[in-house]
């Protein structure tokens, strides 16, 4: 079709407009979505065309409408249909999965039956943190192994010492569900967000008596909530995945955005920076049930995992950056290869039957611990996928899990307001 | 508090399916190894760590600041 169906409709260019239609519209092959309400009904009921149909009767309604055709009609004029541009991507996914299914030449597993398993773990509870009024949220450890930053439902960040158990600072934010807190590199800031939209960072200072709540400085600003924070390696940037879908890059002293990450088609619930030495990449994690590896400097999404039933909480990388863990509400945790590109392990069991929140490697990979909304921590080996260990002691949801810098301990943070801080 | 954002607007499909089949041919050309090269040199750097591993070998009393302190007795 060389004439353009809705000649005599005024249509800007991927704007929307009032146009009026008052005849029914039977173009072939023309995907238009057609929203808006009836001028002559009072009520509102919207008028949509199902993606992929072409026609729609409009004959009994003068209808003011929004006519979204531009993208559509400029793809068509291509010669490209939706159709062909589905069987396209399914070819290419099919292609992908014969290019994974030929490197699986062995398991995982199978590599490391020769390797000796764990002697059982005696790990205890030794601190208790208490102090926050409600769920905490989620928690890093600072880089001296001693200082930790918690994050609350109720509205306040704290930031411990986890051998006294001294409250160094107390930090207000204004709204409440604070979902993100991080430690800087450097020991002197923190980083925290949530309900606020926003990713603030705080200065703290040697001097008890300054309000450090009065130096706080909005970074990051979402469309929707931020689920997670991380500083790369320099406390000058930062990084956030937010519930508006993407994940970000900010200049902290700018508040300057450098770089978006745009990919997942829901809400991004976690992120994790590779460690140094492998480069500039991080991996994200959501409710589109994909975990997605970025690189920093394009922005663009080089690998893609989409073994998961249901949203992904939390990921995390191996120590050696060559694979990384995730936790989900499908109360599996997996790993993924990332030089072979797919994932080589699932931690599970019938028994487990809650979705997992948080994971975290010890420091030689060889133990994945994860959180769980059951209120336990499982301890999974790694390399031979088996379960090593149970821990138990929180009274709710554990929310997040995090090794010390030094492997030393797990610091575990619940729905039952406390941080436990366990050693062997 | 968590909640799924409704999937962009069937009027953009062509545009999200023609973002897809991008994305797609960008993941094919990636250099992909096999299992049994990338599984050995992940349990190799598990078991070069292992004993700089804390919580895997442990860490005696006198080197952990977690332990509970004993109480001293003034004589």
């Known amino acids: 079709m060389s004439q353009d169906p809705l000649e005599g409709c005024r249509i800007s260019a991927g704007k929307k407009s009032a146009v009026s239609l008052g005849k029914a519209l039977h173009p072939p092959n023309l995907l238009v979505v057609v929203e808006g309400t009836c001028g002559a009904c009072v009520a509102a009921s919207p008028v949509s065309a199902p993606e992929g149909s072409c026609s729609y009767n409009v004959a009994h309604h003068h209808l003011c409408v929004c006519v979204r055709v531009c993208m559509a009609w400029q793809g068509l004029q291509k010669g490209e249909t939706l159709a062909s541009l589905k069987q396209e991507s399914e070819n290419l996914r099919r292609k992908l999965e014969e290019e994974r299914g030929k490197l699986t030449d062995v ?208 990921v995390k990388y191996y120590p050696s950056g060559d694979a990384f863990a995730s936790a989900s509400d499908d109360a599996t945790c997996r790993f993924y290869d990332l030089r072979a590109d797919r994932e080589v392990a699932v931690y599970q069991k019938d028994s487990i039957i809650f979705g997992a929140s948080s994971v975290d490697f010890s420091l030689s990979g060889r133990l994945l611990f994860a959180g769980y909304n059951d209120y336990t921590i499982n301890v999974w080996d790694v390399l031979k996928g088996t379960r090593v260990s149970v821990l138990f002691g929180h009274e709710n949801r554990v929310s997040r899990v995090r090794v010390s810098p030094d492997g030393t301990a797990l610091c575990s943070a619940s729905w039952d307001n406390t941080l436990r801080v366990s050693r062997t | 508090v968590k909640k799924k954002t409704p999937q962009a607007s069937a009027n953009n499909s062509i545009l999200q399916a023609q973002k897809l089949v991008d994305q797609l041919q960008i993941e094919a050309c990636m250099e992909r190894f096999k299992i049994s090269l990338t599984a050995a040199d992940l349990v190799r750097y598990c078991q070069g760590h292992r004993r700089s591993d804390p919580l895997i070998t442990g860490i005696s009393s006198s080197s952990n600041p977690f332990k509970d302190k004993k109480t001293c007795v003034l004589l």
């Open chain 1, 107 to 314: 398991e995982l597993h199978q590599v490391a039956e020769k390797v000796e398993t764990v002697a059982a773990l005696s790990i205890k509870t030794r601190r208790v943190l208490k102090g926050h009024g409600n769920k905490v949220l989620s928690m890093d450890w600072c880089k001296d192994k001693r200082r930790l930053v918690s994050s609350s439902q109720d509205g306040k960040v704290i930031v411990w010492d986890a051998f006294t158990l001294n409250k160094e600072h107390g930090i207000t934010l204004p709204c409440t569900w604070v979902m993100a807190c991080a430690y800087a590199p450097s020991g002197c800031a923190v980083a925290c967000g949530g309900l606020d939209n926003k990713c603030s960072v705080v200065p703290l200072s040697l001097d008890r008596n300054e309000n450090v709540t009065a130096k706080k400085k909005s970074v990051a600003m979402h469309t929707n909530y931020v689920s997670g924070c991380s500083f790369t390696n320099s406390d000058m940037q930062l990084l956030t995945s937010s519930g508006d879908g993407t994940c970000a890059l900010w200049d902290v002293e700018s508040g300057q955005l450098l770089q978006s990450f745009h990919g997942h088609t829901a809400d991004v619930l976690s992120l994790d920076l590779a460690p140094s030495e492998t480069g500039n990449t991080f991996v994200s994690g959501g409710c589109d049930m994909k975990a997605n590896v970025w690189d920093m400097r394009s922005g663009q999404n080089i690998q893609s995992f989409d073994n998961h039933q249901s949203d992904i909480n939390c």
